[in-house]
């Protein structure tokens, strides 16, 4: 089936650092979806994108839908201890409510 | 405050007996997900349902079903659990047609010996 690619797999953060992470699809995709899940925890939706081009926030958490339909973005600025966790891209294809999820990137903070 | 909720929320079983996951949700949501996560395959769609007496098979059926009898829950039947079963479950659910933002439960981590 139909496969987002998410990237990177996993990075650091430093306290105070902007970091950006991205979501790729073959195929056209009508809404994407943001999420960030914390150990033991559901994912927990951050930012939903339903137009091409869109620009949406949330506090420090920024999210656009590419303009292409095939890619959404992630930026988070400014960095925080608490921000640590695994962010979830996930999408759909069509007027449906299947989503397809990437596979995750794991933001650790820097020893 | 509405909310999904998932029980138990770690579940110890043998090889072949039933399980049943539960998910209830008070948001009165049309649309109920069920998925499963694992190491190396993310969230992978078990079955969903989109109304009461409504259910469908996602990428990963086998092994399992799902019935809906009312709006506020969609529970998770394992027939005879197998080893390849142990994993962590989510449930989920979304308003409608309209929105795709599924929310999700705080999952049942199931263990199969």
């Known amino acids: 089936g139909q496969q987002l690619n998410q990237s990177p797999q996993s990075m650091f953060i430093q306290e105070g650092e902007d970091v950006s992470m991205n979501c790729t699809s073959s195929s056209i995709f009508n809404t994407w979806l943001w999420y960030k899940q914390e150990p033991g925890e559901g994912p927990v939706l951050l930012i939903a994108?339903?137009?091409?081009?869109e620009l949406t926030s949330n506090g420090r958490l920024t999210a656009q839908f590419g303009i292409t339909r095939k890619d959404s973005f992630l930026n988070i600025s400014a960095s925080i201890p608490s921000d640590v966790g695994i962010y979830f891209c996930a999408g759909t294809e069509a007027a449906g409510n299947k989503l397809t999820f990437g596979g995750g990137t794991r933001v650790l903070v820097k020893p | 405050d509405a909310e999904i909720t998932q029980s138990p929320r770690h579940k110890i079983t043998e090889t072949g007996r039933q399980v049943t996951l539960a998910c209830h949700q008070t948001w009165n949501h049309n649309n109920m997900f069920w998925y499963r996560q694992d190491l190396g395959h993310g969230l992978r769609l078990i079955h969903y349902?989109?109304?009461?007496?409504?259910?469908n098979k996602g990428e990963v059926s086998d092994g399992y079903s799902v019935s809906r009898s009312n709006t506020e829950d969609l529970p998770l039947t394992l027939e005879s659990a197998a080893s390849s079963q142990t994993s962590v479950y989510f449930c989920a659910s979304s308003v409608s047609s309209s929105y795709n933002e599924q929310f999700f439960g705080p999952g049942t981590r199931l263990t199969v010996l």
């Open positions: 994108l339903y137009k091409a081009g």
């Open positions: 349902s989109y109304g009461v007496q409504d259910t």
